[in-house]
């Protein structure tokens, strides 16, 4: 698990440092408890906004709905900033048309030309596909190098997914710190005015 | 998951204590993550069921089996033979996930007995 007591920022992602002593934090930041408590909480509001980015980011990585995209056996359309299911299919896509090169019968195969019409397509022999890389820019390749290319868009994606995770971890961990934070200053104040109003009554008394 | 303190409580956080609650965060949100994925595992998981169901009623020889975004027409034994591969896949995933989540809930009792012992009412671990 993460050990980075040291780590001052993540990506651009301030770390919210751990306080050892209230009463030390608070001289070293030079406010008082009021003015902290405000630090703090806005502090938490940045985090939480940087956490519903990444959310975003994660969930279009993870989206898992079949409809992007339209692909038929002759054209494979894949977006850039494709998401791991739809690569998926395609790797599947190709490598059924590899399959069925050996055998020399024609796949059939009905397609969406629309919404709720659909065309029937025979794909004779497939020596290559054609891949949409984005920019209005589609390009022919061999079967073999469509699925290397895939592979690689594959492994990108999952890479990315990774490091979101890994994100959206110190993230929720640099959140947690600064509520904690902000118990512990809410505390700390309540104690000394506790302590201002006993001195206060014995003093009187 | 709240950090609620009593007023005027002393007990100080260290920052093994802060570890152990970041830890004990990390491990329910990846708590709910987890169910959420075991519920879509066994949808996909019903779904094939249906799925080979139906094959077995109809009686044509050739089903459109849906590969990518297109439906191939693929002869029906192969499309059996297919959907047992794909249940197989499933239900691997769904075991190994529903491990994960059994590990996760033990980790987090084990932390939770750890934080109340140390801070008792100053601290609210359960769902709200």
């Known amino acids: ?205 | 998951m709240q950090q609620s303190g009593s007023s005027g409580s002393e007990v100080e956080v260290t920052w093994e204590d802060q570890q152990n609650i970041n830890k004990f965060g990390r491990l329910n949100n990846r708590l709910h993550d987890l169910d959420d994925e075991i519920k879509i595992a066994k949808e996909t998981n019903e779904s094939l069921e249906d799925a080979s169901n139906e094959l077995i009623l109809t009686d044509e020889e050739i089903v459109r089996f849906q590969i990518g975004e297109v439906f191939a027409h693929v002869p029906k034994e192969e499309v059996e033979s297919r959907i047992e591969e794909m249940k197989e896949v499933t239900s691997k995933n769904l075991e190994k996930l529903e491990e994960e989540k059994e590990s996760i809930v033990a980790q987090m009792a084990e932390l939770k007995k750890i934080l109340y012992g140390k801070f008792k009412d100053s601290i609210n671990l359960e769902e709200d």
Not at chain 1, 139 to 144: D, M
């Open chain 1, 1 to 205: 698990m993460s050990t980075s007591a040291s780590a001052t920022e993540r990506r651009g992602i301030p770390a919210a440092s751990f306080v050892e002593d209230v009463q030390t934090y608070l001289s070293q930041l030079n406010l008082d408890v009021n003015s902290a408590l405000a630090f703090l909480q806005e502090r938490l509001q940045q985090y939480r906004v940087v956490e519903m980015k990444l959310l975003a980011q994660q969930r279009d990585l993870q989206h898992l709905f079949l409809a992007m995209g339209n692909l038929t056996i002759i054209f494979l359309l894949i977006k850039q900033q494709a998401k791991i299911p739809d690569i998926e299919k395609c790797l599947d896509v190709v490598a059924t048309l590899q399959a069925k090169k050996g055998t020399g019968e024609a796949i059939i195969a009905d397609f969406e030309v629309s919404e709720g019409i659909y065309s029937r397509a025979c794909v004779e022999d497939a020596d290559s596909v054609c891949l949409w890389l984005g920019a209005n820019v589609m390009l022919e390749y061999s079967c073999e190098e469509a699925t290397v290319l895939l592979q690689k868009n594959l492994e990108n994606a999952k890479a990315s997914l990774e490091v979101l995770v890994a994100d959206l971890q110190f993230l929720r961990d640099q959140v947690t710190i600064t509520q904690v934070t902000i118990a512990r200053v809410y505390n700390w104040d309540v104690h000394q005015r506790r302590l201002r109003q006993a001195v206060a009554a014995t003093s009187e008394s």
